[in-house]
C-alpha cells in the first residue's frame, strides 16, 4: 500500500496490490470432481475454509435436491460458529498489537490456542477440519473438546467487553479513530465488520436461514444490539459483539445434537445434464457466495467466488485519506481487510 503524506496526515492512498497470496485456486478447480475441488477450495482463505465448504456442498445439494439430516445440518452451525470465533480473536489480537496492548494480544492468542486444541481433539485437525462434505459431515467427529473449550471462553469473553467499553482500554484507543459513515458504508459496498461499525446490515444466518440456523434466530438476534458510531471503537465493539454471538449458538446447537456417532453423509447423484449451481453463506468476513458448473461427467467447471473483500480494497483511498499516519494501523485492523480471499 502507498501512502502520501503531508506531515504525518495522508492526503494520498494507493488500494493496495494484490497477487502476493495468490494459489490460483479457480484453475487448480477445474475439471476436478467435487471431492477432488474441495481441499482445493478450502484453502481460499485460511480464516474462512469451512464457510467456503459449506457453500460449495450447499450448491452440489440443491443440484441434487438431497435432504441433509438435521444433526448435520446442526454440526455445520457448530464449526461455522467457532471458525467466526477464531477469526474475531485474530482481528482483536491484530487490534491489540497495534494498540500496544500486549495482555490482551495475548489473551487472544491463547483463546485462540484453546480452540485449536478442541478442535484438534474433536476433529483430528488443528486446521482445514473438512467437517462439511457433500451430503452431510464427516461421522467421525467428537464434539465433547469443543462443549468444554467453548464453555470455559465465557470468562474470556466478559474480558474483551470491558475492553471495548467506551472506558476499556480499546474503546478509549478507537474512539473517534477512522469513522465510517453509514452513507459511505453503503456507497461503497462495504460488508463484514467495516460496515456493521456504521450501521445494522443484512446477515443470511437472520435474512435466509440455511444449514440449521433457523433454529437459533433467537440468539443471533441479540447480536444486532448496540450503538454504531462508525470508529474503530465501534468495529472493535461488533467483532467482541459477534464472539458473544457464536460463542452462544455453537453451545445452542451443541446441546441439540444427539450424543453418538453422526449418520454418514448422503450420497449425491451427480447430474443427467451440465447443471450451474450456487450456494452462499455468511463467512467470517461477510457475505460470500460459490457459483460453478457441475456437468454430467462429475467434474467442476467456471467455479467464481464473489468474496466480500473487493469492495474494502476499492475503497481504500477514501477510507484512509484524511487520517493522521499513527492511527492507519489500527484502522486496518479494524477493518477485517482478508487479502487471501481476494487472491485465489
Not at 486446521?127 to 474470556?156: K, M, N
Not at 458448473?293 to 464473489?306: G, R, V
Not at 486496518?332 to 482478508?338: E, G, N, Q, T, V
Amino acid at each position: 500500500m502507498t501512502l502520501r503524506l503531508r506531515g504525518e496526515t495522508v492526503v494520498g492512498a494507493e488500494q493496495p496490490g494484490l497477487g502476493y497470496c495468490r494459489r490460483g485456486i479457480i484453475e487448480l478447480v477445474e475439471g476436478k470432481t467435487p471431492d477432488e475441488a474441495l481441499p482445493i477450495l478450502e484453502r481460499t482463505c485460511s480464516l474462512a475454509h469451512e464457510a467456503y465448504r459449506m457453500a460449495f456442498c450447499q450448491a452440489l445439494e440443491a443440484v441434487a435436491q438431497a435432504r441433509i439430516s438435521q444433526p448435520a445440518r446442526t454440526t455445520r452451525v457448530v464449526f461455522a460458529e467457532v471458525e467466526r470465533l477464531l477469526a474475531r480473536l485474530w482481528t482483536l489480537a491484530q487490534a491489540a498489537r497495534v494498540a500496544n496492548v500486549a495482555p490482551l494480544y495475548r489473551l487472544a492468542l491463547d483463546q485462540r490456542e484453546s480452540l485449536f486444541a478442541a478442535l484438534e481433539d474433536a476433529t483430528g485437525e488443528r486446521h482445514y477440519w473438512a467437517v462439511a462434505v457433500p451430503g452431510g459431515v464427516r461421522d467421525d467427529l467428537e464434539l465433547q473438546p469443543l462443549q468444554e473449550a467453548l464453555t470455559a471462553l465465557e470468562a474470556g469473553v466478559a474480558v474483551w467487553q470491558t475492553s471495548v467499553a467506551p472506558n476499556g482500554l480499546l474503546g478509549r484507543a478507537g474512539k473517534g479513530i477512522g469513522a465510517i459513515s453509514a452513507d459511505q458504508t453503503r456507497d461503497l459496498d462495504l460488508t463484514g465488520l467495516a460496515a456493521r461499525g456504521s450501521r445494522m446490515t443484512d446477515d443470511l444466518r437472520l435474512s435466509q436461514p440455511y444449514a440449521a440456523y433457523e433454529d437459533y434466530e433467537e440468539q443471533l438476534a441479540q447480536g444486532g444490539e448496540g450503538q454504531r458510531t462508525g470508529d474503530v471503537a465501534s468495529r472493535l465493539a461488533r467483532a467482541v459483539a459477534d464472539l458473544a454471538t457464536s460463542r452462544a449458538v455453537a453451545l445452542a446447537a451443541l446441546a441439540n445434537l444427539p450424543d453418538g456417532a453422526h449418520e454418514p453423509p448422503v450420497t449425491l447423484a451427480k447430474p443427467e445434464a451440465d447443471r450451474v449451481t450456487a450456494g452462499a453463506v455468511e463467512g467470517p468476513h461477510g457475505l460470500m457466495t460459490a457459483r460453478f458448473f457441475w456437468t454430467s461427467e462429475n467434474t467442476i467447471h467456471e467455479l467464481k467466488l464473489y468474496t466480500p473483500g473487493m469492495g474494502q480494497i476499492v475503497a481504500m483511498p477514501e477510507l484512509l485519506e484524511g487520517r493522521l499516519l499513527p492511527q492507519i494501523p489500527l484502522i486496518l485492523a479494524s477493518l477485517d481487510l482478508c487479502i487471501e480471499c481476494l487472491d485465489q
